[in-house]
């Protein structure tokens, strides 16, 4: 199972895909050879569209997004990135309070953030 946390503003989500989906979105999105940086561009704008909107306005379609997007970004720590980029296992993502970005942790990092605290 992989897991990608999402906070913007007051919103907060887990998004938790099986391994076998996973793999089967990764093998699909990797066929057509994406541009890498792009799509994880594109894989950030889509999830911070998909968290201004409430559950009952994403259609089909929004929700296929936020699901590749995840697959997509986890794909992208986990295995693309290199040096201090790269994250082993789950994600957090913090949107700037500004809206002008996202910081992305591994998930841990959310258990040494509440010790700070």
């Given at each position: 199972?992989?897991?990608?946390?999402?906070k913007s503003?007051?919103?907060?989500?887990?998004?938790?895909?099986?391994?076998?989906?996973?793999?089967?979105?990764?093998?699909?999105?990797?066929?057509?050879?994406?541009?890498?940086?792009?799509?994880?561009?594109?894989?950030?704008?889509?999830?911070?569209?998909?968290s201004a909107?409430?559950?009952?306005?994403?259609?089909?379609?929004d929700q296929?997004?936020?699901?590749?997007?995840?697959?997509?970004?986890?794909?992208?720590?986990?295995?693309?990135?290199?040096?201090?980029?790269?994250?082993?296992?789950?994600?957090?993502?913090?949107?700037?309070?500004?809206?002008?970005?996202?910081?992305?942790?591994?998930?841990?990092?959310?258990?040494?953030?509440?010790?700070?605290?």
């Amino acid at each position: 199972m992989i897991t990608v946390y999402y906070k913007s503003g007051a919103a907060q989500w887990k998004y938790e895909l099986e391994q076998s989906e996973y793999d089967y979105i990764i093998k699909n999105v990797l066929e057509d050879k994406p541009d890498l940086q792009e799509m994880f561009d594109d894989s950030l704008e889509i999830l911070r569209d998909v968290s201004a909107m409430d559950e009952d306005e994403m259609d089909e379609d929004d929700q296929i997004d936020q699901t590749i997007a995840i697959a997509y970004l986890w794909y992208y720590f986990n295995v693309v990135a290199e040096g201090d980029d790269r994250i082993e296992g789950d994600l957090v993502l913090l949107e700037d309070e500004d809206g002008t970005g996202v910081t992305i942790l591994p998930a841990a990092a959310l258990d040494d953030l509440e010790d700070e605290e």
